[in-house]
């Protein structure tokens, strides 16, 4: 089935950086979502982009969607030590309707 | 506090016991789901319920065995489970299922090993 498949799988910033964590998949797709997960908890959810949007901001994140590359975006401004945590993207896809998630990205950041 | 609510957090089991993992949800939501979350894997769909029907089972072995007897608390019963079972269940729950579904609101995982 069907997953996005993070980039980079682990990635350590200072504090103040700016993070960027990217997404590919492989069919369509009615929307993609992402998720943060700290060690050992629930994921949450931060943002929805649907497949007839290019680009989405909320606070300190921006995530982008191109469908011709299937690919996405997630950049977290201004990094804060609490922003360390996994990063999953979802993808609901076309004809499925089934959230299928990849392995996440493994954000640290450093104070 | 997301809304769902997951025990036990911590679970310890032998190969022959039975147990449950229960999730309940406060947000009115229609759907339910469980997942199971290895290390180094992809989070596994393993049972969708929506309006207390299960509409999904993806394969997973019969020594699982879900419950959902109201749109607000699903169970997963477990017996004679194996050493590689052990992975965080995460519970999560959503508006309703189908197409453009929405985000999942998920519980805060319960961690099972199994001896």
């Known amino acids: 089935s069907q997953q996005g498949e993070e980039d980079p799988q682990a990635l350590s910033i200072q504090e103040g950086e700016n993070a960027t964590m990217n997404c590919s998949y492989k069919?369509?797709?009615?929307?993609l979502q992402w998720y943060r997960q700290n060690s050992g908890r629930g994921l949450v959810h931060l943002i929805l982009?649907?497949?007839?949007?290019r680009e989405k901001h909320s606070g300190r994140l921006r995530v982008t969607l191109d469908t011709s590359k299937k690919s996405s975006s997630l950049l977290i401004t201004a990094s804060r030590a609490a922003d360390t945590a996994s990063y999953f993207c979802?993808?609901?896809?076309?004809?499925?309707?089934?959230?299928?998630f990849g392995t996440g990205t493994r954000l640290t950041i450093i104070p | 506090e997301t809304g769902v609510t997951q025990t036990p957090r911590h679970l310890v089991m032998g190969m022959t016991n039975k147990k449950s993992l229960k999730c309940e949800q406060h947000?009115?939501?229609?759907?339910m789901y469980w997942y199971k979350q290895s290390a180094k894997k992809p989070l596994e769909l393993m049972f969708v319920?929506?309006?207390?029907?299960?509409?999904e089972n993806n394969s997973v072995p019969s020594r699982f065995s879900p419950e959902c007897p109201n749109s607000s608390h699903l169970f997963l019963h477990l017996h004679t489970l194996q050493p590689e079972d052990s992975a965080l269940y995460l519970c999560?729950?959503?508006?309703?299922?189908?197409?453009?579904?929405?985000?999942?609101?998920f519980g805060e995982g319960s961690r099972l090993t199994v001896l």
């Open positions: 999560a729950s959503s508006l309703n299922t189908g197409v453009d579904t929405g985000e999942l609101f």
């Open positions: 069919t369509s797709i009615n929307n």
């Open positions: 982009i649907r497949s007839n949007e």
């Open positions: 979802a993808t609901e896809d076309f004809g499925n309707e089934k959230l299928t």
């Open positions: 947000l009115g939501h229609n759907a």
């Open positions: 319920y929506s309006l207390e029907e299960r509409v």
